[in-house]
């Protein structure tokens, strides 16, 4: 026999491999092959479905950003070719999460969710996998994908768990008299928009109906999606309200404001990259030193302004002790070009 096939493996069943504080509270799974052990227990209930037992970690459920990009997108690309033919075994289990994402998860699987750590029958299925497939950052590639799935089709799924009324965003061509809606996503304490009343009036003198709105930890995702699904464009400053961007129907515009700290390519990877891939047009802003308040706290050969790489090196607490009031803000804009996307470029 291999010794290979024979060995007995402990992982633990989650995507960031690479965060040491996150594994560390990651419960550790045991694979044990049958046959190489003289004491395997007897199966209590039996299945003809393929099993999935992941962990949800520690940052998922403090940060929608990660449940997408963690959880949610992996658990997509490994499980869809099930079409709902799967079971998963949660590792970490906390019911609020799964009461959170539970229309989404009942697109995935049409059984319920087993509490890994808790469940005392023994399963018995023929094919287990552990662990989630991921290809980055709340993204996916098709040409490794089962079934060659895309993000496009995550969004699909995503409108069709929550029942969201618009699949194509408003066509000006074609519905000229119909004012296109644009949602600012907005935040109340860091990298907030200081001046919002004054960007809102201009871009309605453009033709837009604007909308102001905050999405939180406590936000409802059905509410909060079918909100996002009604509008054309959303904005806002960098931060895990913008992944609300799988809510908007297709060949709508997400709009993102990099705040300073030279992180427009994490920007762009976090949440550009994966709107172009759901085709969604994209416009990203990075503001300049004199769009900032912390042209108030520092003087301007600070490191701050001069090596934000120097912060961003000592990790993200030390960035966001050094940028306290990071806000991005604008008292005027200049013309939009008159171009299908309406870009938008913000200008003290």
């Known amino acids: 026999m291999d010794s ?12 960031c491999k690479g965060d040491s504080l996150v594994m560390e509270h990651v419960t550790a799974v045991t694979i044990k092959p049958l046959y ?13 479905i393929t099993a999935i037992v992941f962990s949800k970690g ?18 997509f690309i490994t499980a869809r070719q099930f079409e709902g033919e799967v079971q998963i075994l949660m590792v970490d289990l906390q019911p609020n999460w799964i009461e959170k994402h539970k229309k989404f998860l009942s697109q995935i699987s049409n059984y319920e969710i087993i509490d890994f750590n808790q469940e005392n029958q023994v399963h018995c299925y023929p094919r287990v996998i552990v662990g989630l497939y991921s290809h980055g950052a709340f993204t996916m ?12 089709d995550f969004a699909r799924l995503m409108r069709k768990a929550y029942s969201l009324e ?31 009343d004054e960007v809102v009036a201009v871009v309605e003198e453009y033709g837009f109906e604007v909308a102001v709105n905050e999405s939180s930890l406590d936000t ?24 609300n961007e799988v809510f908007l129907p ?46 108030d706290l520092y003087p301007r050969d600070h490191a701050v302004f001069r090596d934000p790489e120097s912060f961003l090196g000592k990790g ?5 002790k050094a940028m306290p009031r990071d806000e991005s803000h604008a008292k005027g804009w200049k013309s939009w070009p008159r171009d299908e996307t309406r870009k938008a470029v913000l200008r003290v």
């Open 4 to 15: 290979e096939q024979n060995k007995t493996w402990t992982m633990k069943p989650y995507t």
């Open 250 to 295: 297709t060949n709508a515009v997400l709009i993102q404001i990099v705040p300073l700290g030279n992180i427009h390519w994490i920007a762009f990877t976090d949440f550009g990259n994966p709107a172009l891939n759901m085709k969604l047009k994209y416009v990203q802003y990075c503001i300049s030193e004199e769009e900032s308040t912390l042209i």
């Open 141 to 152: 590639d098709p040409s490794i994908t089962p079934n060659n799935n895309s993000m496009v």
């Open 316 to 320: 993200w607490g030390a960035m966001a």
């Open 36 to 48: 190489a052990s003289t004491e395997a227990p007897k199966c209590n209930i039996y299945h003809n």
């Open 58 to 75: 520690i940052y998922a459920g403090i940060n929608f950003f990660h449940d997408f990009a963690d959880v949610l997108v992996p658990l």
């Open 166 to 196: 618009r699949d194509f965003a408003t066509n000006l061509v074609e519905d000229s008299k119909t004012k296109p809606r644009l949602l600012i996503i907005a935040r109340n304490h860091t990298r907030k928009i200081i001046n919002i």
């Open 220 to 243: 409802n995702v059905e509410e909060f999606g079918r909100l996002v699904n009604s509008f054309d464009v959303i904005m806002g400053v960098h931060g895990a309200g913008l992944t």
